[in-house]
DNA sequence: GTCGAGATTATCT
DNA sequence: GATAATCTCGACC
């Protein structure tokens, strides 16, 4: 199931129901665990926060493209763009869990010891799938890569989001959700602000 | 299990 | 030139 009109929702709306998904691409199928809103314009961690880019163009336009970018000089990430064309929102996919191809997702990611491993993380995730900078702009309907969206609402959590460093203060926007006790979901989930106080006693 | 630091390059100011 | 929606590895508990 695609649902485009779904799709062309505010991404703090669709990134719920992206999770328990199905993303497929090149051989790899995973199911969505953990997801991620990034608004532009009001979202000072998101790409487009500060107007239209080249790079950012694709968010920019129609909802239910992939939006792949690059970051940290060698890591790939991917998003799901939501909203009409003009409005740029959309919802990284941070983790997943390999549901078809798990021997070539294997292969891919030949660092990852175990299964839970290979698509926890944003670039992880996109390695697995077998996803590259050039799907970016791809149709999720009828591009390399497709959605299949889940039939049902899954239960989630929602909190805080980790690794935006930009934006003084990252905002505390809880756009962050992810289906409780999967154990593909990202484990640094749990850490603090920056610095544990070990006399975290407070 | 958790914490800390380094790697490495496209994109933007 | 500075920044970045991250990952991996090493040390410690």
Not at 56 to 72: A, C, K, S
Not at 113 to 129: E, I, K, M, N, S
Not at 192 to 201: G, H, N, Y
Request: with cysteine; aromatic share 6%.
């Amino acid at each position: 199931m695609f649902d485009r009109e779904l799709l062309s929702r505010p991404s703090v709306e669709v990134a719920p129901l992206l999770l328990g998904a199905i993303i497929r691409g090149r051989g790899v199928s995973v199911r969505l665990t953990e997801v991620e809103a990034y608004l532009g314009g009001v979202d000072p961690g998101s790409h487009a926060f500060r107007g239209e880019t080249p790079r950012n163009r694709v968010m920019f336009g129609e909802p239910g493209h992939l939006y792949t970018y690059f970051t940290y000089g060698m890591h790939v990430c991917a998003n799901v763009v939501c909203s009409p064309v003009g409005i740029a929102t959309a919802v990284l996919l941070r983790a997943g869990e390999v549901v078809d191809g798990v021997e070539l997702a294997r292969e891919r990611r030949t660092t990852s010891r175990t299964d839970a491993d290979l698509a926890r993380g944003p670039a992880r995730l996109v390695v697995a799938l077998g996803i590259e900078l050039a799907d970016n702009g791809s149709d999720l309907e009828s591009g390399d890569v497709t959605l299949e969206l889940a039939g049902k609402q899954e239960s989630f959590e929602q909190g805080p989001r980790t690794g935006v460093s930009g934006a003084g203060g990252t905002v505390d926007f809880p756009w962050r959700f992810w289906i409780p006790g999967d154990p593909t979901v990202s484990p640094y989930k749990a850490s603090l602000p920056k610095k544990r106080s070990r006399s975290a006693t407070l």
